[in-house]
């Protein structure tokens, strides 16, 4: 990164702002900086703020449009740097992970459980029997149809 703790003009910028301690500044240009009083010391240090990002955003470019000319395999691994930091990740968690075959087998070997109405609980559908609950009738479970009944003409 070209940037290093003795740049002068950051520290200068740096100092301005603590000094100042006005607490949370709004973005340069939001509805919160446009809402300020002209004369308010946060709208001249949010575009102070404003100003060295421009400026760092500018000095980072230039240094990677010099890496990419002059070393492209440097140039390469500063701008994938988060993209691979993220890849890690990502593969840390799918190793973690089991697959679908394995969740798959682990499913086939699991028990099933009984369907139980509990009390003070709505009804509960019953697998395979489309329009059946099963509910808790003087402590006994019982299935009901709840599809509605056709009537004869």
């Given at each position: 990164?070209?940037?290093?703790?003795?740049?002068?003009?950051?520290?200068?910028?740096?100092?301005?702002?603590?000094?100042?301690?006005?607490?949370?500044?709004?973005?340069?240009?939001?509805?919160?900086?446009?809402?300020?009083?002209?004369?308010?010391?946060?709208?001249?240090?949010?575009?102070?703020?404003?100003?060295?990002?421009?400026?760092?955003?500018?000095?980072?470019?230039?240094?990677?449009?010099?890496?990419?000319?002059?070393?492209?395999?440097?140039?390469?691994?500063?701008?994938?740097?988060?993209?691979?930091?993220?890849?890690?990740?990502?593969?840390?968690?799918?190793?973690?992970m089991?697959?679908?075959?394995?969740?798959?087998?682990?499913?086939?070997?699991?028990?099933?459980?009984?369907?139980?109405?509990?009390?003070?609980?709505p009804?509960?559908?019953?697998?395979?029997?489309?329009g059946?609950?099963?509910?808790?009738?003087?402590?006994?479970?019982?299935?009901?149809?709840?599809?509605?009944?056709?009537?004869?003409?």
């Amino acid at each position: 990164m070209p940037f290093e703790h003795t740049d002068p003009v950051a520290l200068w910028a740096s100092a301005q702002i603590t000094d100042l301690d006005l607490g949370d500044l709004p973005r340069y240009g939001s509805r919160a900086w446009l809402q300020l009083t002209a004369d308010d010391p946060k709208r001249a240090a949010a575009i102070l703020v404003a100003a060295e990002q421009w400026r760092r955003h500018h000095i980072e470019q230039r240094w990677l449009d010099e890496l990419g000319e002059y070393d492209p395999v440097a140039w390469w691994q500063e701008v994938t740097r988060d993209a691979d930091a993220e890849a890690v990740k990502l593969a840390r968690h799918l190793r973690g992970m089991r697959t679908q075959r394995e969740l798959r087998n682990a499913a086939s070997k699991c028990e099933a459980i009984p369907v139980r109405a509990s009390n003070g609980w709505p009804p509960v559908a019953v697998p395979g029997r489309p329009g059946w609950r099963r509910c808790l009738v003087n402590g006994q479970q019982t299935d009901l149809n709840s599809a509605p009944q056709e009537t004869a003409a």
